[in-house]
């Protein structure tokens, strides 16, 4: 099975949360840390679930996600 990724950039994310519901694992979360904007970006919950779709980048309308598949 292949491995990925998942690399949020916490500075260009506003917290949007479209890539958790586009997301068919449901391992991206909003944090409770907000960033030094003042939003409250997506993290990864459990990266060992991904599977690599990249939905999560598609949708991201601030290009804040990268996805990464070995």
Request: proline share 4%; aromatic share 10%; net charge positive.
């Amino acid at each position: 099975m292949a491995r990925a990724r998942v690399i949020i950039d916490r500075e260009f994310c506003k917290g949007c949360a479209l890539c958790t519901y586009a997301c068919p694992k449901k391992i991206l979360v909003i944090s409770s840390d907000f960033n030094s904007r003042g939003y409250y970006p997506v993290t990864v919950q459990d990266v060992e679930k991904c599977i690599g779709c990249g939905f999560c980048a598609q949708v991201c309308p601030d290009v804040a996600i990268t996805v990464y598949r070995e």
